[in-house]
């Protein structure tokens, strides 16, 4: 049976080209916050565990909600206008948490003021909306990076590594889910097409960007979907095929109290994540070794892989902001971009199958 390694190697990051003028190390990187909700609350909340980082700006549609941000937690510039957010010269980095439908003019007006961008999930509502935020960045020479935490979470990092590895097999099948219930009014965010409202935007992004983890991009995907009388999906399944022969299955839902788990089966055994899947605590390797009878097989003695996680996870990817902005790279090799507008055309496929569409997608020009 295939036991993990004992001496594993650090989690380094190998850096990508320098293309900016690195920040200056004798100070924390400056944040301005653009919005008020609860995802910006959580984040900062985060950068409060990290000496690196102070939130220096937030910003509101309103005066009176930006106020009482900056009040309950002590920043000292806030804004009751996006734009004057942006602009302030003591922010070096914007946090984008708008809602999906409003990122395209939220990061696109941060990169127009010269600011390097960390934009949440989804990072736009189309692919190609994601596309012409790219483009802008890299002609500007300016740092954007989507806020898929998940992506440098230490624990799915060491996965990730172990994988490539080849310590635990190849990959074969990967499964992920996760959703909860959504008990609001059809106003919400999350049950408005306006605001780019539906499971797979809000939650189906995650169980999709840690299949494209451990498989890449597939060449095959299928999806059904149950709509809300708005025209958003309420809970979506979708199976994806790969070049390789590998498969993945992966759901989301706002409609019921789903497990939140994953796992990776490899032909030398298994891999399980509890819930919540996309920040865990640790996973579990569960070696196995062929029976004489076909099919039957002898599972060995799960051995957990754990690492040390700083907060809810939030500060990792806000670390490696700090790491990219301080070498004076513009984007980061563990959130690459191709691979966040790679993802968005999945999830433009997967709507287009199931019938979900936004005003976004009835512009065809590219970043409409």
């Keep these: 049976m295939t036991s993990l390694p004992d001496d594993l190697p650090p989690l380094a990051v190998t850096p990508g080209p320098v293309r900016a003028q690195p920040l200056p190390a004798d100070r924390p990187v400056r944040w301005g916050i653009l919005a008020t909700g609860g ?74 003021a010269g600011k390097a961008v960390l934009c949440e999930k989804a990072f736009t509502l189309t692919a190609a909306e994601s596309g012409h935020l790219v483009a802008l960045a890299r002609e500007r020479g300016l740092f954007l990076m989507e806020a898929m935490w998940m992506r440098c979470h230490p624990v799915v990092r060491r996965l990730r590594q172990l994988v490539a590895s080849g310590a635990l097999g190849e990959v074969r099948q990967v499964r992920a889910d996760l959703g909860f219930v959504v008990d609001r009014a059809e106003t919400d965010r999350l049950l408005d097409p306006a605001l780019g409202g539906g499971a797979l935007l809000d939650m189906g992004v995650y169980p999709l960007t840690f299949a494209s983890l451990f498989l890449g991009e597939p060449s095959r995907i299928s999806a059904v979907a149950t709509l809300s009388s708005a025209g958003v999906d309420l809970d979506v399944a979708v199976a994806l095929g790969y070049d390789s022969g590998a498969v993945a299955a992966v759901t989301a839902t706002m409609t019921a109290w789903c497990p939140r788990t994953a796992s990776l089966a490899t032909d030398l055994g298994r891999v399980d994540l509890p819930g919540p899947f996309h920040h865990p605590s640790g996973v579990t390797w569960t070696p196995y070794q062929a029976g004489r009878v076909t099919g039957s097989a002898e599972p060995g003695r799960p051995q957990p892989v754990h690492e040390e996680v700083l907060g809810r996870g939030y500060t990792h990817e806000a670390l490696e902001v700090v790491r990219c902005l301080r070498s004076g790279e513009t984007e980061s090799p563990l959130v690459p971009l191709d691979d966040t507008v790679a993802l ?25």
Excluded at 91 to 98: L, N, S
Excluded at 354 to 361: H, L, N, Q
């Design 344 to 368: 968005m055309r999945q999830m433009d496929a997967i709507r287009a199958q199931v019938g979900v569409r936004y005003d976004a997608d009835h512009d065809a020009r590219p970043g409409g």
């Design 39 to 112: 995802i910006a609350r959580s984040f900062v909340a985060e950068l409060a565990l990290l000496e690196e980082c102070e939130v220096a700006a937030v910003g509101s549609r309103r005066q009176e909600s930006a106020d009482a941000f900056a009040r309950e937690y002590g920043v000292p510039a806030a804004y009751g206008d996006y734009r004057r957010l942006v602009e302030d010269p003591d922010v070096d980095v914007v946090y984008v948490a708008t809602p999906h439908a409003l990122h395209r003019e939220h990061v696109e007006m941060a990169l127009q």
